[in-house]
């Protein structure tokens, strides 16, 4: 590789990173935990969905009394299924019968809870989970007012998520020629940089299929309407629909209301019972009733192949209910079509929900490791900065810019694990409590490390407090949510024992690591470390 | 890299291509960046991008 090369590569990866990093951790974070969203809002709610009998949908009372509360006649309803949670989330459309519906224009949707069996607005169904699995795509920051026409925070993560890529790329090619050689190298023991530069590059080479994976299937599900928008107006007349028909995201039941009604109304339990046979294994992800009680009304049933028989596949039964006829079918088994295929490859890439807890452990730790990553280039950043030819204001904000950045990564653990306890103790959930539990937690330990101004103090106290906040975990489940480590082990639950075991396992790691940074902090410090140390105490993270 | 997909949707059936470029757009797009970095002369490098990119949306506008 010739030097001109090198140095681009060296300076589009270094700036196009910088601009990212804090914004890229809280991904990687968030979207580790994101692995266990399931786990997670089980173990909040405290009913496992392993051990928990699941309870079949109750289609004949729910309909019956959204029926004489709403006059179902003429709307279409849906029902969606969340996966490996009692959770559905049921909405329906404004009536096309407006002149006998006194309501029709009324629409609701809501999340229907068959364990608990009660109904909750999203807000309040909202739990850590959730929170988390949103943070990861920053679905939070929609709800700054800035109107471009794209919610916001999507935009900013589908940015972030361009520019990983880019980086990814670029700093592939600048590791290229020693790739080999440089995978060998640690050097602990040497100037700081040398640390940070070994950790960022063999970290970043090791984890590098795995980032590549995420930052392409990411940014592909976060903002596909950037490459399909221009494609809409040419191909398609500006018809979005259109193309999210042909892609298979949504499937349209063409069936025009007829206002006619139907004499009785079939029993629709009875209806997707009956297609639920055809294959009992499949898991039933949606629910589509359309033109309640019109002579035109249509079932749709749509299935998706159990992750571990197959990887790709969805079928869908329609029938036509004023005559029980099939009118289109597809089996989950059949071989997927070429579109179909991308897109579950895509999506199980991205969720690592094909092999059990074993992928998702490794798609945690990658993700973790992510994170280690871009710390440490921040460090490498500033650390490379930190010199005498370096003018006085430079080398000030640099290392204001790194204070900021590292104080909102690293206190992202302790107020993770913090609103763990919060919402277990209080037994409160929902947005109204979460989003302040978390965003002011942040904002003070953030706050506080950037006064304190000290590398070394952020890193050693976050993993501390993260550490006993970690250990704490189990045990507030134990006392306040009544379920001790080997209760939900000896009941089955096993996705409540395994969010307690990992906190555990957390706790244990970073408290390692903390032992680790205090002993080397008070070690007496090698001379060549002296210019650094003197100006920012850095200590290791791991 | 729009325009690339577009030309091929002229060649396959549209909605597979779509799919396609959802999936390896980002990238070549990614790499088409970089490219523009790497180039000596930014003109050049311009100059060739509309190059590619008439030619590449020429099916369009003569169907059109």
New interface residues.
């Given amino acids: 590789m010739n030097n001109r090369?090198y140095n681009?590569y060296f300076s589009?990866h270094t700036v196009s990173g910088i601009i990212i990093c804090a914004l890229l951790y809280v991904i990687f974070f968030a979207g580790s935990f994101s692995f266990f969203k399931d786990e997670i809002s089980a173990w909040q709610s405290g009913t496992s969905n392993v051990s928990t009998e699941q309870p079949t949908f109750p289609y004949r009372t729910m309909l019956d009394s959204l029926d004489t509360e709403y006059n179902l006649a003429g709307r279409d309803v849906f029902f969606y299924f969340y996966p490996n949670s009692p959770k559905t989330y049921v909405s329906f459309t404004p009536s096309q019968d407006t002149l006998h519906n006194q309501k029709a224009k009324e629409r609701k949707y809501f999340t229907y809870n068959s364990i608990t069996k009660k109904e909750t607005s999203y807000k309040e169904a909202y739990d850590v989970g959730e929170f988390l699995y949103r943070l990861h795509f920053l679905a939070q920051l929609n709800q700054v007012p800035i109107r471009i026409g794209y919610p916001f925070g999507y935009l900013v993560a589908g940015l972030v998520a361009?520019l990983f890529?880019?980086a990814l790329?670029?700093g592939l090619l600048l590791h290229w020629d020693k790739l080999v050689s440089n995978f060998f190298v640690f050097r602990p023991w040497s100037k700081w940089k040398t640390v940070w530069t070994d950790i960022h590059t063999a970290l970043g080479v090791i984890g590098f299929p795995f980032q590549f994976v995420f930052a392409?299937t990411g940014?592909?599900l976060i903002v596909?309407t950037v490459?399909?928008t221009?494609?809409s107006k040419?191909?398609y007349q500006g018809k979005m629909d259109k193309?999210y028909e042909?892609?298979e995201y949504t499937t349209t039941i063409e069936s025009p209301f007829q206002n006619k009604p139907l004499h009785t109304i079939p029993d629709l339990q009875t209806w997707v019972q009956r297609a639920q046979q055809q294959w009992p294994d499949a898991f039933l992800k949606r629910v589509t009733i359309k033109n309640y009680g019109d002579l035109s009304m249509r079932l749709a049933v749509e299935f998706e192949a159990p992750t571990h028989q197959r990887f790709a596949g969805t079928g869908i039964i329609i029938y036509d209910l004023s005559n029980g006829k099939i009118i289109q079918q597809r089996s989950p088994y059949d071989s997927p079509t070429?579109?179909g295929a991308?897109?579950s490859f895509?999506y199980h890439l991205h969720f690592g929900d094909y092999g059990g807890y074993f992928v998702k452990i490794i798609n945690f730790i990658m993700g973790i490791m992510g994170c280690v990553v871009i710390v440490s280039g921040i460090l490498i950043w500033l650390v490379a900065r930190d010199k005498k030819n370096v003018p006085a204001h430079k080398r000030k904000f640099n290392a204001w810019l790194a204070q900021i950045f590292i104080a909102i990564c690293l206190s992202m653990f302790p107020v993770t694990a913090l609103t763990f306890i919060a919402v277990k103790i209080t037994g409160n959930s929902g947005q109204s409590f979460i989003y302040p539990v978390y965003f002011y937690s942040w904002l003070a330990f953030t706050l506080y490390y950037i006064l304190r101004r000290n590398l070394n103090r952020t890193n050693r106290e976050t993993l501390l407090v993260g550490a006993l906040l970690s250990l704490a975990v189990p045990i507030v489940n134990g006392v306040f949510g009544k379920v001790w480590l080997w209760q939900s082990y000896a009941i089955g639950a096993t996705d409540i024992f395994f969010i307690d075991l990992f906190w555990l396992f957390i706790s244990v790691i970073t408290f390692m690591a903390y032992l680790k940074v205090v002993k080397r902090h008070h070690r007496p410090v090698e001379k060549q470390l002296l210019p650094v140390q003197q100006h920012n105490e850095i200590s290791t993270l791991v | 890299m729009i325009s690339f997909f577009l030309m091929l949707s002229y060649f396959f059936e549209k909605k597979n291509v779509m799919i396609t470029g959802i999936a390896i757009g980002y990238i070549l797009w990614a790499v088409l960046l970089l490219f523009a970095f790497l180039a000596r002369s930014g003109w050049k490098i311009w100059l060739i991008y509309l190059l590619l990119i008439t030619l590449f949306v020429l099916p369009h506008l003569l169907n059109a």
């Fill in positions: 090369n681009i589009t361009f890529l880019f790329i670029t392409f940014v592909i596909n490459f399909l221009p494609f040419l191909l193309i042909d892609l070429y579109i991308i897109k895509i």
